[in-house]
């Protein structure tokens, strides 16, 4: 007994000294201001990683805020690949990470704060998908690329509200802060989440309704796997500290498909599909976390940003 509570013990210390690592390293190579506080300039230089892979006029057109996500996004990637050199359970996410920045060039044609977030995106998939079994590091991580997909998320619904550029860019700096804050203390589920769950989920029901109303004669009335199973999000809902996390995005989720509605039909139909998409990629598998399910996901990912490709 005392030698596996020992074993034990060093399992825990190396998944904490590995969290050590990952965040400083992580920290470290994002830009700062004097007083540590994440920098929103044009200093964001970045060498050797996906923004060179882009057209020099776009890499200048950039917002510094869609600049410092592509480049979060390409760190949390290496590091995540530098870890598996050492450390197994780094290897899966690397391998998947990766397969989907390379399968995803097509997307590079898409307004960089929407290519942003599929690079947001590709750190995120992957940690669901271990999410049993990943260290504390990743965990770490995850949060982190879920705070760029849901701000980059939020400065699109003030864009498709009509705010002009300048404002979008103040928002994606003050939104980040404030993410920051609540993801770093997030508090225990109150007493009334199971009411808050079956809330949302009636809300996620609802909007497929809205979908086949809209637009199910064109992509179908069973257009996904998990489509015609009910309780699909109060399930994910309350799954204790994945739970805040899926709640978080779906409300942001939900302010960018009404913020859509306000703006031209075809770009309501996008973000609708979009949306509608990537939260059944995410429950194909919830509820199965298989090999086949995982691939049956990332196509269902792509598929969702496809839908954007419309508005290009």
């Known amino acids: 007994e005392d030698h596996k509570i020992l074993q034990r013990t060093k399992r825990t210390t190396m998944k904490l000294s590995i969290s050590r690592v990952l965040v400083s390293l992580l920290w470290a190579a994002l830009p700062t201001t004097s007083n540590g506080a994440l920098a929103p300039t044009d200093a964001l230089s970045v060498s050797n990683n996906i923004l060179e892979t882009l057209e020099p006029g776009r890499i200048e057109s950039l917002s510094p805020f869609v600049r410092f996500s592509i480049r979060a996004a390409t760190n949390m990637r290496r590091l995540v690949c530098s870890a598996s050199r050492a450390f197994d359970v780094f290897e899966p996410l690397c391998t998947d990470a990766t397969e989907l920045v390379t399968n995803g060039q097509q997307f590079k044609d ?79 589920d109150g007493p009334g989440v199971d009411m808050y769950c079956n809330y949302i989920d009636a809300e996620y029901e609802l909007f497929k309704t809205f979908y086949l109303d809209n637009y199910g004669n ?53 973000m609708v599909l979009h949306s509608l998409w990537h939260w059944e990629s995410l429950f194909v598998v919830r509820f199965d976390f298989s090999e086949e399910r995982n691939q049956e996901s990332y196509s269902q990912y792509f598929e969702s940003f496809e839908f954007l490709r419309e508005l290009v």
């Open 218 to 270: 064109e992509t179908g009335t069973n257009p996904t796997l998990t489509f015609n199973i009910s309780g699909t999000m109060y399930r994910s809902c309350s799954v204790e500290g994945l739970g805040y996390f899926i709640r978080s995005d779906w409300e942001h989720h939900r302010r960018e498909i009404v913020s859509a509605m306000m703006a031209s039909a075809e770009t309501s139909k996008a």
């Open 110 to 188: 898409l307004p960089e704060y929407f290519y942003a977030n599929f690079l947001a995106l590709t750190i995120a998939y992957p940690i669901i998908f271990a999410y049993e079994e990943t260290t504390i590091a990743v965990l770490i991580l995850f949060p982190f690329a879920l705070r760029l997909h849901r701000t980059l998320g939020y400065g699109n619904s003030l864009r498709m509200l009509g705010y002009s550029e300048a404002t979008v860019e103040r928002a994606y700096w003050d939104y980040w802060n404030l993410l920051t804050e609540q993801d770093l203390r997030v508090p225990d």
